[in-house]
């Protein structure tokens, strides 16, 4: 037996010194073409072995090839696909007799891997020359997750990747990963495996770490535990949960992501967002499931650029484009920073002066192409520009790039309000309608956020419905269209105080003045100014309009105050930013409530207000009381009034028509009950007129 032992012994000694020495027997040089054909006729590409080849057998065997090149496609160019300065390839032997794959080491050193894609097809596909051209039809769906679909063991020792580098381009982008690292650990099928790693993509670092439970529940459909870390400048994400039981591959878990910079981010990925300063970072935790074509969040903690909040979103990617749905829960949600930009350097310089002009400049859409989504949205505090309104609720759908807004029920400057709006980029032209119900509104604060206009006090209601369409500020409003009203209470008109400008009416027809002092022009513009610290306060105030190329018509504009009743008719024309508007005011014999006669005979003083939105001037029609003492006059001396003969009767009968005094020509007789006091007005303008007749007088006494 010993003698057995010994000879067995001896055996084995001898392989080993054999297998120690058949490396330096074996001139492994010499088949490097063989190894290059049977490499070439498998990968269906020309392998070249530039350098040296060296081959170890104990403790495993281990194939060292240098200087190693991969052609590259047909149609691809002469520069290879890849190249490594170095490949080293080791396997143990014995598992190897059992189907036991032991990788003892597989490294490559200083890989590059050039990805090219052009209309015939791209060139990292493995063909054979006499494969047809076309694309077969796939018999199934894809991988799918079950038992038995890694049917033997295998393990990985020292696997890494150095220094390499990756290129792609297409004929419309390229993409360079450089420095890339990667380290795998495999102990075995069943047990945990680990990959971490770097590299610098244009430009950018990134790291990233992960590990899975086990490679076979992997692929054979078994819960298994995952997670995965990102770092660098453009994203910083973890991720800890596990693959679900099931023949898809299923995570759910918690994520917690950080992006700085969503831009920066999309220009890596090559899809550039609109310009602007914002759409920037962003940031999510809460928990998270994936699916194919599906990723779901339930987010304890949002943040987008400045805005923070809580929800649930829905991510579907298997349509044309991503489709967005959930409902998110914001304490504040400002989109002021997010409307388009519409005035230049110079413009915003100058923003102090007034009302800046319409903007020619193009008005940016393309961000409603992005994305569809179905969002419902509960805000506690809602900024639009310098509109603020509370408690929110809005609903938001975006379809195929047209957006539909429903904000409902929600507190407006002491009021309440709905308001739908619609913007389509489906079609080459923008369009746009707004439909809005406001009511109880404290009307100062409010349109001095939405128009920036000042003349208005009260408590009221505004209606539209309003339809547009354009590329820009100033083609929108060339092309609005629609009607409107609005109803006011218990407020003032800023700018004008009306019974005082009526009260005034004796200075404007230089009934104090002297000769020179009462000349006025005959110019149809000419007005007396009111100053910009009066007002006209009013009971009630109401009208409605409708709008055509931008320009909005009055008709029924009402205005009701104890002293004061108005009506008014005139035209504001957005898109040159004027108005041209008559007011007629008439003050009231007796002071009226509420709702009273607005017909009461007065005082009444045609009132204009005209010009541009930063120069509006407010004062006395003087062309229309011109008119009516013109046709007062012409009547009376054609009618042949035997009443008023004289001249300065004329006039004055005339000039009382015309602002509401006329037609009480009845003299007080003897014996008749007192009348009324006459309006100081009228005594005002009697006393004009009949001053001539007493200068008349007394000229003819002092010639007598």
Do not use: C
């Not at 609903?395 to 029920?409: F, H, K, Y």
């Not at 349109?447 to 920036?452: K, T």
């Not at 409605?544 to 008014?568: C, E, H, K």
Request: aromatic share 6%; charged share 20%.
């Amino acid at each position: 037996m010993s003698r057995i032992i010994r000879y067995a012994l001896l055996g084995l000694v001898g392989l080993v010194i054999i297998a120690l020495a058949l490396p330096f027997l074996i001139p492994v040089n010499s088949y490097r073409e063989r190894i290059a054909e049977e490499a070439s006729r498998t990968l269906h590409r020309d392998v070249v072995l530039a350098g040296d080849l060296s081959l170890q057998i104990l403790p495993s065997l281990q194939i060292t090839a240098r200087d190693v090149s991969l052609a590259n496609a047909d149609g691809f160019g002469e520069t290879p696909m890849a190249e490594m300065a170095e490949m080293r390839v080791g396997v143990k032997l014995i598992p190897l007799l059992s189907s036991d794959v032991q990788i003892t080491e597989f490294v490559l050193i200083d890989p590059v891997i050039r990805l090219q894609q052009n209309r015939s097809g791209n060139n990292w596909t493995f063909r054979s020359p006499d494969a047809p051209t076309t694309e077969m039809a796939s018999s199934g769906e894809g991988f799918v997750r079950r038992p038995g679909a890694l049917p033997f063991e295998a393990s990985f020792g020292d696997v890494r990747i150095e220094n390499a580098s990756i290129h792609f381009e297409d004929g419309q982008q390229q993409r360079d990963i450089t420095g890339l690292t990667l380290q795998v650990s495999l102990p075995s099928l069943d047990e945990e495996a680990a990959i971490s790693g770097q590299l610098t993509a244009d430009g950018e670092r990134l790291s990233f770490d992960g590990a899975v439970g086990s490679i076979r529940g992997v692929f054979e459909g078994a819960e298994t535990q995952v997670t995965m870390e990102f770092g660098g400048n453009l994203v910083s994400a973890s991720f800890d949960g596990r693959l679900a039981a099931s023949e898809a591959f299923e995570l759910d878990g918690e994520i917690d992501a950080n992006i700085p910079s969503l831009r920066n981010l999309a220009t890596f990925a090559g899809a550039e967002l609109p310009p602007g300063d914002r759409l920037q970072a962003f940031a999510a935790q809460g928990s998270i499931d994936v699916a194919p074509g599906n990723v779901r969040l339930v987010a304890s903690n949002i943040r987008f650029d400045d805005i923070s909040g809580s929800g649930r979103l829905n991510i579907a990617t298997s349509g044309a484009r991503p489709n967005i749905t959930g409902a998110l829960d914001l304490p504040n949600l400002d989109v002021t920073p997010y409307l388009p930009e519409q005035t230049s350097g110079s413009d915003a310089e100058n923003s102090n002066a007034g009302i800046p002009p319409w903007s020619e400049d193009e008005i940016d859409l393309a961000g409603l192409n992005l994305v569809d989504a179905d969002l419902d949205l509960n805000v506690g505090l809602f900024e639009y520009g310098d509109i603020d309104i509370e408690n929110v609720r809005l609903d938001v759908t975006l379809d195929r790039g047209r957006l539909v807004a429903n904000l409902s029920d929600f507190q407006l400057y002491d009021g309440t309000g709905s308001v739908r709006v619609v913007a389509n980029n489906r079609t080459a032209t923008p369009s746009y309608s707004v439909n809005a119900q406001l009511s109880d509104l404290n009307a100062l604060p409010f349109l001095q956020a939405a128009a920036g206009f000042e003349r208005l006090t009260g408590t009221g209601g505004i209606a539209l419905d309003l339809q547009a369409s354009g590329a820009s500020q100033a083609a929108i409003m060339r092309s609005l269209a629609g009607n409107g009203n609005f109803g006011f209470e218990d407020g003032a008109i800023v700018g004008i105080n009306l019974a005082e400008t009526i009260r005034n009416v004796n200075s404007f027809f230089g009934a104090q003045s002297s000769p020179q002092e009462a000349e006025t022009s005959s110019d149809d513009s000419e007005q007396v100014e009111a100053g910009d610290q009066t007002q006209t306060d009013f009971s009630s105030l109401s009208g409605s309009f409708t709008i055509n190329g931008g320009r909005a018509d009055n008709t029924d504009f009402a205005m009701l105050s104890p002293l004061l009743r108005v009506g008014g008719s005139g035209f504001v024309d957005l898109p040159s930013q004027s108005l041209d508007y008559r007011m007629r005011p008439r003050l009231v014999a007796s002071i009226e409530g509420q709702g009273g006669a607005a017909d009461l005979r007065g005082v009444e003083i045609p009132v204009r207000i005209r010009g541009g939105f930063n120069d509006i001037s407010i004062g006395v029609d003087t062309s229309a009381v011109g008119q009516a003492l013109i046709s007062g006059a012409l009547s009376s001396a054609l009618g042949g009034n035997s009443d008023a003969t004289r001249p300065e009767d004329v006039l004055r009968d005339s000039l009382l028509d015309a602002i509401g005094l006329g037609g009480n020509d009845a003299q007080q007789q003897d014996g008749e009950e007192e009348q009324p006091e006459a309006d100081p007005a009228q005594q005002l303008l009697q006393g004009l007129f009949n001053r001539g007749r007493r200068d008349e007088d007394e000229s003819g006494d002092d010639n007598n």
